[in-house]
Each structure stands twice: as C-alpha cells, then as structure tokens.
C-alpha cells in the first residue's frame, strides 16, 4: 500500500511523559501537514512542511510540540511533558507538488494519543 | 476571523431518501473549499473542491454546490455505504497550508 503510514496507531502515556509520532508520507509528495482532531470536532491544523522547510505553525502548536522532516521525507510529531488535554488523534497529511490549490490531502489513519 | 459552520450535526436517512449537508463559512479571500468524508477511525478522505459562487461537483451520488456563504452537500437516493461523517473546509487568503474545517456532519442511512 503507498498510502500516508502513521505509527504508532495508538499511545497510551502517562502525564509529563514524551511522546513521538511518525508519518511517512506518500513518495515524491513534497507537501506535508500535522492536524489534530478530538472527539466530535474537524481537525485542526497544526504545522505544514514543504519539503524539509517548516512553512506554517498554528498558534495550537505549544513550545512543548515540535515538528521535523529531516531530508524532507518522513515527518515526526514529538509532544513534550504530556497534559491530559492533549489527548486527541494526530493525523498527517501529505500533498504532491502542484495541488496546493486543489485542497487534495491524503490523510494517514492517524495516531491516537491518550494521556492518563 | 475564518469560520467554518456545519449543520445539521447528525443526520439519518432511510436508504433512497435524498437530503443536503449545509456548509457556511465566513473567510477573508476565499481560495477554496473542499469536502471530505471520514469513516470511523479513519483518516478524512477527499471528495471536492470548489472555488467560485455558482461552480457544481459531482460524484456518483454526490453533488457539491457553492454560493457566496454557504455551500451543500446533496445525497440523491444514499445508500448505507455512504454512511459517514462528511466535513466541510475552507482555505483563505493568508495561508498555504491551513484548512480551516468544520466539525462536520455525521450521516446514518438505514436500509
């Protein structure tokens, strides 16, 4: 399958704890996006990569979150000292070159952190 | 601010009976707005984009349409597979990588 992979699908952490996501995008899409999403809201936009180049952070994304995309393939999503509140569904997104206007994502499954 | 408002928040449908999803938005420079669909567990899935007042998309037994506030989401005679949480966004003036969605419609269609 070479659709968006997300990994873990599920993390089950303790409060203060570190936490890391992973997102392999679909190859050759130069685009790459980290939303959020609670129960019963749309995601919400957290940060977008344009190859390696970080190009946009919500105001969601706390000095506690840090996103990477080292040679701009995969993509990592670190949550620093863990509250509850973060508990949510982190998805990514990647887009190939040439659709940044079509609003054509592809989503991964997303990961599903739960913060105990 | 930009804001996305979907209604109704649920919806139920018996199979064959046709309904629209309601979308409005208030953003500054609209540059897009875009359907998805979203299944339990599951990632959104593309369905359209739409770009100006007036323009229609259609697929299968969908049909997209937009005006100046509002867009809709038609379901002509639905069947239970399209049993899903259809969400609305919108992307402004000031951003290239922000999708603004709504907290979407959650659609049941019964046999």
């Known amino acids: 399958d070479t659709g968006v992979s997300q990994d873990p699908r599920h993390k089950i952490t303790k409060r203060g704890q570190n936490v890391t996501f992973r997102c392999d995008p679909i190859?050759?899409?130069?685009?790459l996006y980290w939303y959020r999403q609670t129960l019963g809201q749309g995601p919400e936009f957290l940060t977008y990569?344009?190859?390696?180049?970080?190009?946009?952070k919500s105001r969601l994304l706390s000095d506690r979150f840090s996103a990477e995309r080292p040679k701009g393939s995969f993509s990592t999503l670190e949550i620093q000292r863990t509250e509850q509140g973060d508990s949510a569904m982190y998805l990514c997104a990647s887009s190939p070159r040439g659709a940044a206007n079509t609003g054509e994502l592809f989503f991964g499954e997303g990961s599903r952190l739960t913060v105990l | 601010e930009d804001q996305v408002t979907q209604s109704p928040e649920a919806l139920r449908l018996q199979e064959g009976e046709s309904s629209s999803l309601n979308c409005s938005y208030t953003v500054s420079g609209l540059r897009g707005l875009f359907w998805y669909r979203q299944d339990p567990g599951k990632g959104p899935e593309f369905l359209f984009t739409?770009?100006?007042a007036g323009e229609e998309k259609e697929k299968e037994r969908l049909k997209a349409t937009l005006t100046k506030k509002e867009s809709f989401l038609h379901i002509t005679a639905p069947k239970p597979e399209d049993s899903a949480t259809y969400l609305c966004?919108?992307?402004?003036?000031?951003?290239?990588?922000?999708?603004?969605f709504g907290k979407g419609t959650k659609l049941s269609v019964k046999p």
């Open positions: 990569f344009q190859n390696e180049a970080q190009l946009e």
């Open positions: 966004a919108v992307r402004g003036g000031g951003s290239q990588g922000n999708l603004i």
């Open positions: 190859s050759e899409h130069n685009r």
């Open positions: 739409l770009y100006s």
